[in-house]
């Protein structure tokens, strides 16, 4: 079965950065794409990558601050993310579409267990 696999989450200060990898095998034709979830919010789409990294789409409340990347060889996404505060605050999920990208949680094939990040004052 396909598993995905979050890491790089944790405490961090306001202004900070820190970079979330996603171990996915088998997914190299797929979209990846990372969201974020808050405690009583919606899932929120992050940001998304096409299979071969040439394309890139990030949601109005991270553009110019977050990065995503790929690296296929090494079955690994990546979200660079700089600039944090308190509104980043929230479990970050890696999941994997295929095809054609959307900014839908529910058109999305597989999920990972998701990483914490929260921001401090």
């Known amino acids: 079965q396909v598993q995905l696999v979050e890491s790089g989450g944790g405490l961090v200060q306001a202004g900070g950065s820190l970079r979330l990898s996603c171990a996915a095998s088998g997914l190299s034709r797929y979209t990846m794409a990372w969201f974020r979830q808050a405690p009583g919010k919606e899932r929120q789409f992050v940001a998304g990558?096409?299979?071969?990294?040439?394309?890139?789409t990030y949601g109005e409340a991270v553009k110019g601050r977050f990065v995503i990347s790929r690296d296929n060889a090494k079955n690994t996404v990546y979200l660079q993310m700089s600039g944090l505060n308190a509104e980043d605050t929230a479990i970050y999920y890696c999941?994997?579409?295929?095809?054609?990208?959307?900014?839908?949680?529910?058109?999305?094939?597989?999920w990972g267990q998701g990483t914490q990040v929260t921001v401090s004052s």
């Open positions: 990558i096409t299979p071969g990294g040439g394309r890139t």
């Open positions: 999941a994997a579409k295929f095809l054609s990208a959307t900014m839908y949680p529910n058109d999305y094939q597989y």
